[in-house]
């Protein structure tokens, strides 16, 4: 896509800081981190969100993000590594290519806001209604 700054970066007319990259993805640095380490997977071929992704990049991107987190524990020792996918603008989903982010946690670090929600107890029949009509949804 001519307007995606990921595929721009794919294409390497902006630049990046590469941490990874094989025939399917490309893992860079992000530059807006929320921790030391964080870094984004990209598939190279655009695909918008979850909906749009191949099964071969999907598994590509997390094939990778394996090798990319063992590298992140090796190299930075974080105590903990949040795996965080955005699909949709409403869900604050910013740069519409598919990306997978890695962020890594050291213990004495602040609360990561996005893994850190209150659990309250579900509506019983209203979760097995909703996983039922899921399932069927399933081909």
């Given at each position: 896509?001519?307007?995606?700054?990921?595929?721009?970066?794919?294409?390497?007319?902006?630049?990046?800081?590469?941490?990874?990259?094989?025939?399917?993805?490309?893992?860079?640095?992000?530059?807006?981190?929320?921790?030391?380490?964080?870094?984004?997977?990209?598939?190279?071929?655009?695909?918008?969100?979850?909906?749009?992704?191949?099964?071969t990049d999907l598994a590509a991107i997390h094939?990778?993000?394996?090798?990319?987190?063992?590298?992140?524990?090796?190299?930075?020792?974080?105590?903990?590594?949040?795996?965080?996918?955005?699909?949709?603008?409403?869900?604050?989903?910013?740069?519409?290519?598919?990306?997978?982010?890695?962020?890594?946690?050291?213990?004495?670090?602040?609360?990561?806001?996005?893994?850190?929600?209150?659990?309250?107890?579900?509506?019983?029949?209203?979760?097995?209604?909703?996983?039922?009509?899921?399932?069927?949804?399933?081909?």
């Amino acid at each position: 896509m001519a307007d995606c700054i990921f595929c721009k970066i794919v294409k390497g007319e902006i630049p990046c800081f590469k941490v990874y990259e094989d025939g399917k993805v490309l893992a860079f640095a992000d530059i807006n981190p929320i921790n030391h380490g964080h870094t984004l997977i990209i598939p190279k071929v655009h695909a918008e969100n979850i909906w749009e992704i191949s099964d071969t990049d999907l598994a590509a991107i997390h094939k990778a993000s394996k090798k990319i987190a063992m590298a992140i524990q090796s190299s930075l020792g974080p105590e903990g590594m949040a795996c965080l996918q955005l699909n949709g603008r409403p869900v604050n989903q910013i740069v519409m290519h598919y990306h997978l982010h890695l962020i890594p946690k050291a213990a004495n670090e602040p609360d990561l806001t996005m893994t850190a929600w209150e659990l309250k107890p579900g509506d019983m029949p209203l979760i097995e209604k909703t996983a039922k009509k899921i399932a069927e949804a399933i081909s």
